[in-house]
């Protein structure tokens, strides 16, 4: 791994080190303020980053992160914000210490923030007019528990300068033209379905549930066609010999 000494030292200048990876004083990783948050806040938070992952695997270039600090101004570290979850296109995969703008030359094209009591004043109040003064596209709040906003889920375009309310379909969900999902409240999760086929995106959760029936299932099979093959020879061994079936 790549040390900040080692920038400079003979042989190693031309590599370079992925944006964000460097630890700098200036630019904290932690927010040492930072108090626990609630469990529904936390599985949201999760399963939402995890689902994002997980769809935007295989485009190889949309970093998806969570409770990562975003740095939007050189020399300035209290421009800063840490999103819940954030959605940053054609930039690398790689694990970061925190998002540096400048370093990257691209910023969150979506931002999600979930709701918690010590949060959801800040989320639909400062935090909602410091994404729009930074004319992130899409910006989306969801309340887990159902106890700070109503609708739970709501959405937010950037259009002429300032946020509009994404529009609802009729079954209540909103689409992200960021991401190309439609997202939609189910329970304590924001449910993302692709916005052209409809399919939805599960979490790992859900994944590994279903990769646990398929193998129940293919074992019960396997039980059967044994079972299937025992009975037979024993058909077999009961057959007089030299007899054969008409």
């Not at 999902?181 to 994944?207: C, H, K, N, Q």
């Not at 039980?223 to 010999?241: D, G, Y």
């Amino acid at each position: 791994m790549l040390r900040k000494d080692d920038i400079g030292r003979p042989g190693m200048e031309l590599v370079k080190p992925l944006p964000g990876t460097l630890t700098d004083p200036l630019y904290p990783s932690v927010d040492p303020e930072n108090v626990g948050e609630s469990g529904f806040q936390l599985i949201s938070r999760t399963w939402l980053w995890e689902a994002l992952q997980d769809y935007f695997a295989r485009k190889g270039n949309v970093f998806v992160a969570s409770d990562l600090f975003w740095y939007w101004e050189r020399g300035n570290p209290s421009a800063s914000v840490s999103p819940d979850v954030m959605v940053v296109k054609n930039v690398g995969t790689h694990t970061r210490k925190s998002f540096r703008q400048w370093e990257e030359n691209a910023r969150p094209c979506v931002v999600f923030e979930i709701a918690s009591e010590k949060t959801w004043r800040e989320d639909v109040g400062e935090k909602r007019a410091q994404y729009e003064q930074l004319a992130v596209p899409e910006y989306f709040l969801f309340d887990p528990e159902g106890e700070y906003w109503h609708p739970f889920l709501q959405g937010y375009r950037f259009r002429r300068g300032k946020y509009t309310a994404i529009p609802r379909a009729k079954d209540g969900s909103l689409e992200s033209k960021e991401l190309g999902l439609r997202l939609s409240a189910e329970g304590v999760m924001i449910r993302l379905r692709d916005a052209r086929s409809g399919r939805r995106v599960l979490t790992r959760e859900e994944v590994a549930r279903q990769s646990n029936v398929r193998a129940r299932r293919a074992q019960r099979s396997a039980k059967s066609l044994e079972a299937e093959v025992a009975r037979l020879r024993k058909q077999l061994e009961k057959r007089p010999p030299g007899s054969s079936e008409t």
